[in-house]
T-cell receptor
Framework: LAKTTQPISMDSYEGQEVNITCSHNNIATNDYITWYQQFPSQGPRFIIQGYKTKVTNEVASLFIPADRKSSTLSLPRVSLSDTAVYYCLVGYGQNFVFGPGTRLSVLP | EAGVTQFPSHSVIEKGQTVTLRCDPISGHDNLYWYRRVMGKEIKFLLHFVKESKQDESGMPNNRFLAERTGGTYSTLKVQPAELEDSGVYFC??????????????FGPGTRLTVL
């Protein structure tokens, strides 16, 4: 099973770009990398998913290097409402491994 | 479209009692997952159903936990007897059948279980 690590917390200011990195050194060949956002008293909410290289959607970008041992979630121009916990999730099909979560605080 | 729902939202029981948690996935989602986060720890995978079949229950902590998904619709997770260390938040998630490249899991709000 993949073991994942993330920074415990990060601070940012409104309008800045935020990059959160997840390390998953023993990721399996078939594993995908997914990022979730979680607000208090809610379940995790899907942000973006990728397998390799770069993926971009309307809210974020995901960068995955060739060795796939890490991934970086990039949030452009964060706002106060982006204050939340961000999790990476590694897995394929069945068993999934969550990272410990990064608590992002966006300051005015 | 209704999301994943879980019942109850909170449950407080005493050690040794039995509790049953329920998850209703999004209609049409064949994959159903259970996760839990105990205090101060990471969110841990418990098990995975495809329709009514258990695909992987390697994350189930011990035989006090029993998950079922009769008819491939809603699922229940029973803890019997409950121990103090079972306290935490139990999440359910569902997704469409895995097709190799996309498997967004939709999570419910969780059930907060407190064992006294």
């Amino acid at each position: 099973l993949a073991k994942t690590t993330q920074p415990i917390s990060m601070d940012s200011y409104e309008g800045q770009e935020v990059n959160i990195t997840c390390s998953h050194n023993n990721i399996a060949t078939n594993d995908y990398i997914t990022w979730y956002q979680q607000f208090p008293s809610q379940g995790p909410r899907f942000i973006i998913q990728g397998y390799k290289t770069k993926v971009t959607n309307e809210v974020a970008s995901l960068f995955i290097p060739a060795d796939r041992k890490s991934s970086t979630l990039s949030l452009p121009r964060v706002s106060l409402s982006d204050t939340a916990v961000y999790y990476c999730l590694v897995g394929y099909g069945q068993n999934f491994v969550f990272g410990p979560g990064t608590r992002l605080s966006v300051l005015p | 479209e209704a999301g994943v729902t879980q019942f109850p939202s909170h449950s407080v029981i005493e050690k040794g009692q039995t509790v049953t948690l329920r998850c209703d996935p999004i209609s049409g989602h064949d994959n159903l997952y259970w996760y839990r986060r105990v205090m101060g720890k990471e969110i841990k995978f418990l098990l995975h159903f495809v329709k009514e079949s258990k695909q992987d229950e390697s994350g189930m902590p011990n035989n006090r936990f029993l998950a079922e998904r009769t008819g491939g619709t809603y699922s229940t997770l029973k803890v019997q007897p409950a121990e103090l260390e079972d306290s935490g938040v139990y999440f359910c998630a569902s997704s469409q059948l895995w097709e190799g490249s996309y498997n967004e899991q939709f999570f419910g709000p969780g059930t907060r279980l407190t064992v006294l």
